[in-house]
């Protein structure tokens, strides 16, 4: 559904280019990215559930499948073409690493056995995972500059948007899998384009991303943060210096 959300806003631009075609231009990319340490909150009202894992360690697998990558399409403004406005979707993993012992607080309800040291994680919540993606769909403001006499352009991005996360718990057994609304997410990015040919350039960048993507979990809410750095790779068709 979001990847059709993307192709979908694309297409509304494409439409409206007119002449002024050579200004549009998409890209994909392939990538890989680091998720920091953070707390994962669990709610279970009926359960009375109320805890907190500290600095719970998440892993990328970006190369697993599904694996990283991202889709991004906009137009560069004016006839010397430095400022842009895009739309760009970043499918990104986080696994928490539910097989490890991480300081509690909060509220155990009726499973305060699960939760006493050294029990790992995972006797309570076996699984905390965003599988299928964090997928941050952002609105971005683009500046780019072109070295002289060369093929390579430098370029800055920002925006902001929805995260979209497909949420994978287990807790206490109960298993729920979904993709839904996470909140806000905030992107900043920089990097170059190669010209190889004509409208064709490789493109390598470094990007860091923030949310705050709350899941639906088997009778509650679970939440954490996602503060990532993002190493990407890919090709983008239609660029003009």
């Not at 998720?35 to 719970?56: F, K, M, N, Q, W």
């Not at 993993?93 to 050294?118: C, H, M, N, W």
């Not at 299928?132 to 948007?161: F, K, M, Q, W, Y």
Request: overall charge neutral.
């Amino acid at each position: 559904m979001t990847v059709r959300c993307v192709l979908m806003a694309a297409t509304m631009l494409v439409a409206t280019a007119g002449e002024a075609r050579a200004q549009w231009f998409t890209a994909v990319y392939l990538g890989a990215n680091h998720t920091h340490a953070a707390s994962v909150a669990i709610d279970r009202p009926p359960d009375g559930i109320a805890l907190e894992y500290r600095d719970v360690e998440f892993e990328a697998r970006p190369f697993e499948s599904p694996q990283y990558y991202g889709l991004r399409f906009g137009r560069w403004f004016g006839s010397s073409r430095r400022v842009g406005l895009e739309v760009e979707f970043i499918h990104l993993k986080a696994y928490g690493r539910t097989g490890r012992q991480y300081e509690i607080t909060g509220d155990p309800g009726a499973f305060d056995s699960l939760v006493q040291p050294p029990a790992p994680m995972s006797a309570l919540v076996s699984r905390y995972a965003m599988s299928h993606g964090v997928n941050l769909l952002l609105i971005n403001v683009g500046l780019r500059t072109p070295l002289d006499e060369s093929a390579v352009t430098l370029v800055a991005r920002g925006g902001a948007g929805p995260a979209l996360p497909h949420g994978g718990s287990a807790i206490a057994g109960e298993s729920r899998e979904q993709y839904e609304y996470g909140g806000l997410g905030v992107h900043g990015a920089g990097g170059v384009e190669v010209r190889l040919h004509s409208r064709l350039s490789a493109v390598v960048e470094y990007k860091i991303t923030y949310a705050r993507p709350e899941i639906t979990i088997a009778g509650g809410t679970g939440r954490t943060s996602a503060l990532t750095h993002h190493i990407a790779f890919g090709l983008a068709f239609g660029l003009s210096r």
